[in-house]
C-alpha cells in the first residue's frame, strides 16, 4: 500500500481555503471531485454550491489549520479531519470548527470528494 503523508493533505486543503480568501472558484473547482458532498450546518452542497459562494468573492478574511489527523480508507482514499480557526469576511469575531475531508485520487491528481464541517461553539 502507498505510503500517505499528513502534509501533502493539509497543503490540498489548504489550496481550498485559500481559493476561499481569494475568491478564487477556478482553484476551488479544480480541487473538488464533480461528485463532491458537502455535509454543513445550513445543509447540503454539491460542487457548484461549493464553488458558486465564491460569485460574490472571497468569504474568509484568514484561517489557521491544526491538530491534523489521517486516516487511509482505502488505496487512493484518505480522510483527513483538523480544526480550522478562521474568520469571515465582514465578521470580526473568529469560528472554529471541525472538518472531516475525504479525498480520493484520480487521474488528475488529489481532488476532495467529501467534507463534513461541525461547528464550535464558543463561550462569550
Known amino acids: 500500500m502507498q505510503k ?15 481559493a476561499l480568501v ?3 472558484g477556478n482553484a476551488d473547482s479544480r480541487m473538488l471531485e464533480d461528485g463532491f458532498l458537502g455535509v454543513y450546518a445550513t445543509g447540503f452542497s454539491n460542487k457548484a454550491g461549493h ?15 491544526d491538530d491534523a489527523r489521517l486516516l487511509i480508507l482505502g488505496e487512493g482514499v ?12 465582514g465578521r470580526e469575531v473568529p469560528e472554529v470548527m471541525y472538518v472531516s475531508s475525504v479525498w480520493r485520487e484520480t487521474g488528475q491528481g488529489w481532488r476532495n470528494i467529501f467534507s463534513q464541517d461541525t461547528a464550535v461553539e464558543l463561550s462569550g
Open 51 to 65: 464553488v458558486g459562494q465564491l460569485d460574490a468573492g472571497p468569504t474568509v478574511t484568514e484561517y489557521a489549520l
Open 22 to 24: 481569494t475568491g478564487d
Open 78 to 89: 484518505v480522510l483527513l479531519a483538523y480544526r480550522a480557526v478562521f474568520r469571515r469576511v
Open 4 to 18: 500517505y503523508e499528513l502534509d501533502t493533505f493539509l497543503t490540498l486543503e489548504q489550496t481550498v481555503w485559500q
